[in-house]
């Protein structure tokens, strides 16, 4: 009972940290403001979360062009301490291989997880908020995913289909990332 409750406690905490690490990623990617002045409602969030762990990396670790860098390292390091942590537990297997496959697993599953969350947050928003500055951000932040597919589907009866298909890729994509999880974790005991 004490692993489960320890495991869920570490998940959520980990979770939370690196996807907003991640949160910082996406929205300096896309060129979305992050700055307290900016009005973004998500800084405050972000800053208090993540900057006690990007602001040191920042100092070694360069920014690749778009891509910040030290915030994705900084993502990564906290779900690496997460899988560990489990792996202390007995949770997962304390093999340095299978950590690190756990852990590359664990972050991409972050990253599917909150692009469906901010998707699904979209969507909702679209059907009672569009005027609110919350759903102006939610649009610059999920349009880059949805514009692809709204090029490819046309509307059905004046409804667009783009935001449920793009639910659906990402849900086909965690599906397949869990299996190739599986099977690569099934190499490793099964050679």
């Known amino acids: 009972m004490f692993n489960h409750i320890a495991s869920l406690l570490i998940e959520v905490l ?10 910082r990623v996406y929205l300096q990617f896309h060129f979305i403001p992050l700055s307290l002045k900016s009005g973004n409602p998500f800084a405050p969030f972000v800053f208090a979360t993540t900057n ?4 040191p990396l920042r100092k ?32 997962l297997s ?8 756990d852990s590359i697993y664990a972050l991409l599953s972050l990253i599917l997880s909150c692009l469906s969350s ?7 928003l679209s059907w009672v908020q569009r ?3 919350v759903f102006d951000l939610m ?6 995913l949805l514009v692809p ?3 490819r589907l046309p509307t059905i009866g004046g409804l667009d289909l783009s935001v449920f298909v793009l639910l659906i890729l990402l849900q086909v994509l965690e599906i397949v990332l869990r299996d190739g999880h599986i099977y690569l974790l099934r190499l490793i005991w099964n050679p």
Do not use: H, N, Q
């Not at 993502?75 to 202390?88: H, M, P, R, S, T």
């Open 149 to 151: 597919i709204r090029r």
């Open 131 to 133: 005027d609110s500055p």
């Open 14 to 23: 980990a979770s939370v940290i690196a996807g907003a690490a991640l949160l």
């Open 118 to 124: 901010l998707t699904l947050a979209y969507a909702l």
């Open 94 to 101: 304390t093999e340095p291989l299978a950590l690190f496959l």
């Open 60 to 91: 070694c670790v360069p920014s690749w062009g778009r891509l910040d860098s030290a915030s994705g390292l900084a993502a990564y390091l906290v779900i690496v301490c997460k899988c560990a942590a489990l792996a202390f537990l007995g949770l």
């Open 139 to 144: 649009s610059r932040m999920v349009l880059p």
């Open 52 to 55: 006690w762990l990007v602001m």
